[in-house]
């Protein structure tokens, strides 16, 4: 397993409450909690829905987030979420235009030593 695959997740209880969490499968951390075996917080408050999921990353940054999300008021987590997902797609595509350009560059570079 990789240690790039985790996400953090936000699952609505049937109290209406957020929980948030981490896994790098998901769908089967939602079955666990739907069926009592995931984390106590949930247990009492079944059927849990999802919400929202961040995109993939290290396990390491997913559980910074969790643990900053877990600190907001509950209106806060949603948007927070999503403000994370915009930070990493750009991040993301920032890269992938930084790797363009280099490549752009070298082939300037080799037409300017073939003049």
């Known amino acids: 397993m990789s240690e ?5 997740y936000l699952v609505r209880c049937s109290d209406k409450s957020l929980y948030c969490g981490i896994s790098n499968d998901v769908y089967r951390r939602l079955k666990e909690h739907n069926s009592g ?5 949930t247990r ?17 940054d997913a559980l910074k987030l969790e643990y ?7 209106d806060q987590k949603i948007s927070e979420l999503n403000g994370v997902q915009r930070e990493i797609i750009i991040k993301r595509d920032l890269q992938s235009l930084r790797r363009d350009i280099k490549a752009i560059v070298k082939i300037i570079d080799k037409l300017i030593k073939g003049l």
């Open 4 to 8: 790039n695959n985790w996400v953090v």
């Open 37 to 41: 075996k995931g984390a106590k917080y």
């Open 44 to 60: 009492a408050r079944r059927p849990v829905e999802l919400v929202d999921i961040s995109p993939v990353m290290p396990k390491r």
């Open 68 to 74: 900053r999300i877990k600190k907001m008021p509950a």
